[in-house]
């Protein structure tokens, strides 16, 4: 008997009749996907067992596909990525055993599903690193419909990520793709609204009219109908931006017409928040108000807190607009906005209860070591009772020699006796005493952080606010004054310096509780403050993570990035280094954090308390770490911190 074709190594290709089965169970897999989730598993099931017994490998990858998509449908990203990642292993080795193009584009689209799997569970530096690695797939197939998906959602994560010069790249890139031939052009439409807004909102407006009047070129091709409402929505968010109001009210209200249907109350509502606070704009509060009270009723009935309180903020607006016998009104609309602001804000008080509660347990551990203190001064005076009966004893039984040894035996047992519960008790209230210093430690800690925190904010909201309605009022003089050119210069100039007050409240905001912290965990955070320093040309440094797929406790967190911080500040003031590496791994519950750096170094006896280890030492010490510094004149310094996560 011959024997069927080879894969390179020797392993036998199924043959196509053999195969069609397992393709046929996965199309029928895939037809169910939505109607039927149970019965597509057992189907997708079936055919991954078929292609095992068969050795067909690309038919295991297609098996792990569908049920990573069934576990996606159901709203399981944890374990719709590791199925995809099974399916990616088993595509790939399938690849290298022979390499086609067919292969090659499977793999960038499984590459693409992790990629949104992940950005579904707010993993955004894992889900661009898929998507970056369905490009490379997607390139080389010159699979440009896939390229174009995969660059929109780059930038997409970009944007929410807050690298805005990275997301304008991308959707550049999406625009640069309408020299090729594409099947579905039309999806042109969904990069340049984008990038319209983005430019619009960098006050870039010529650069954004040109590539709106593109956009509209792509609105005359088939199929483009089903983003008319985007795009009718961009053209009104342009117009509104650029004061033409009239423009900015008729597209908004063609956008509306087009999303006005069941199921999408959310964008409606949208929709008329814009639409509302064009018609504010415009004067007619009567209809302004009607709009937006009518957007107030769909999000209600949602609920959606944030929107209800945009939409309940422009109303408080639009009261205030209308003079002051409505400032009734607009204050209750304002308080109902704040009151929505501060339940979402509800983690601060959670955090507050949590503070409340350790200064409680705090209390508790004191009182124990008083108890305990007292129990050993009882026990001691009656140690000391008890051993003057003996020595009374022992001068009585002088002439009985055996009963003065028994005796004195039994005083060394109990004095041996006495000293043990002495050294226990000494050693519990040391215990107690360590635990409360680590109890205060982490109230000051948490203190600081909260205090950096609330100061973050309050700069960010309260005078970072102030400077912008500064500056829009300086801009509206501006507009409607006729100044001398020299006059005119120094406004300019003055404007000028108020941006670069604003950009530098951000930045202290930002660095007193950067909000990547709060938002997206600790590694996007540390990169961020890396990519400062790299950016500032100040130092090169390099972040290593390994095992921190899933976030931290946030105490842990934030605890961590301040070590991160102190750690790169000290490099900065005292080694006088050109490169600085931070690595950061956790294998289970272990973590280690290592910052080395190619500076100067000094030696370790020669170590001053003001290098700032205190504080480090401080942090370390609360995590229950152990600090070790290494280094020498001239060969750099390595800090090492090892400790263990706590039990959840």
């Known amino acids: 008997m011959l024997a069927g074709p080879l894969r390179a190594g020797g392993q036998q290709v199924p043959s196509a009749s053999a195969t069609e089965p397992v393709q046929q169970l996965l199309q029928k897999s895939q037809s169910l996907l939505r109607t039927d989730s149970a019965q597509a598993a057992r189907l997708a099931r079936q055919a991954l067992a078929r292609s095992r017994a068969l050795g067909f490998t690309e038919g295991i990858g297609g098996g792990y596909v569908m049920l990573g998509q069934i ?6 990203y944890a374990a719709a990525v590791a199925l995809f990642q099974r399916a990616e292993q088993q595509l790939m080795a399938a690849y290298r055993a022979h390499p086609t193009t067919h292969l090659r584009n499977r793999l960038g689209l499984v590459a693409n599903n992790i990629g949104s799997a992940e950005w579904e569970q707010d993993h955004g530096l894992q889900s661009m690193a898929a998507y970056l690695r369905a490009v490379d797939y997607f390139t080389a197939t010159h699979n440009y419909d896939g390229l174009l998906v995969l660059y929109c959602n780059l930038a997409y994560c970009a ?35 984008s990038l319209v807004q983005l430019l619009v909102k960098q006050r870039r407006t010529r650069e954004a009219w040109r590539y709106l009047e593109q956009a509209r070129l792509v609105m005359a091709r088939p199929g483009a109908e089903l983003y008319r409402a985007l795009y ?71 609920p959606s807190l944030s929107s209800q309180a945009q939409l309940l903020a422009e109303l408080a607006a639009l009261e205030e607009a209308r003079g002051p016998q409505h400032a009734s009104a607009a204050l209750a609309y304002f308080k109902q906005a704040k009151a929505l602001e501060d339940q979402l804000a509800s983690e601060e008080t959670k955090r507050s209860i949590f503070q409340l509660e350790t200064r409680y347990q705090t209390r508790q551990q004191q009182q124990q070591i008083v108890v305990l203190q007292a129990q050993q001064q009882a026990q001691q005076r009656e140690l000391h009772w008890r051993t003057a009966l003996i020595y009374a004893a022992l001068v009585l039984l002088v002439v009985l020699l ?78 409607g004054l006729m100044l001398p050119e ?95 590496i931070v690595q950061l791994v956790r294998t289970g519950p272990q973590m280690q954090l290592v910052v080395e750096d190619d500076g100067c170094g000094f030696e370790l006896t020669a170590v001053q308390p003001g290098m700032g280890l205190h504080s480090v030492q401080a942090r370390v010490d609360y995590l229950r770490g152990k600090l070790e510094l290494q280094s020498s004149p001239g060969q750099g310094t390595t800090t090492t911190i090892d400790f263990t996560l706590p039990a959840t």
């Open 486 to 580: 020299a006059s005119a210069q120094l406004f300019t100039r003055a404007l000028h310096h108020l941006d670069g007050a604003t950009g530098e409240l951000r930045r202290v905001a930002h660095d007193m509780m950067p909000e990547a912290l709060q938002q997206f965990g600790l590694v996007p955070a540390l990169q961020d403050v890396c990519d400062a320093l790299g950016h500032s040309q100040q130092l090169r440094v390099e972040l290593q993570t390994y095992g921190l797929a899933e976030r931290l406790p946030q105490r842990i967190e934030v605890i961590v990035y301040r070590l991160v911080q102190e750690l790169l500040n000290n490099v900065l003031k005292h080694a006088g280094a050109s490169h600085v």
């Open 232 to 302: 009718e929505r961009t053209r009104g968010i342009y117009f509104f931006n650029t004061g033409r109001y009239q423009q900015a009210r008729a597209s908004f209200q063609r956008a509306l017409a087009e999303v006005r249907r069941p199921g999408n109350a959310k964008d409606e509502a949208a929709l008329l928040l814009e639409l509302g606070r064009t018609i504010r704009r415009l004067g007619h509060y009567a209809e302004a108000d009607a709009t937006l009270r009518r957007g107030l009723r769909l999000v209600q009935a949602q």
């Open 159 to 193: 944007g929410d990520l807050g690298q805005y010069p990275q997301q304008l790249t991308y959707l550049r890139r999406c625009i640069a793709l309408q020299t090729q031939p594409l099947h579905h052009p039309e999806q042109l439409l969904p990069p340049y609204t």
């Open 402 to 479: 055996g009963a003065l040894a028994l005796g004195y035996a039994t005083l060394r047992a109990r004095q041996k006796l006495a000293g043990q519960r002495q050294d226990l008790q000494a050693r519990k209230i040391q215990e107690l005493e360590h635990e409360r210093q680590l109890l205060a430690t982490e109230a000051m800690l948490r203190g600081q952080d909260e205090e950096r925190r609330r100061l973050a904010r309050d700069l960010h909201d309260s005078l970072g606010g102030m400077l912008s309605t500064v500056k829009y009022y300086l801009g509206t003089v501006r507009a």
């Open 71 to 76: 576990q996606a449908e159901r709203g399981h």
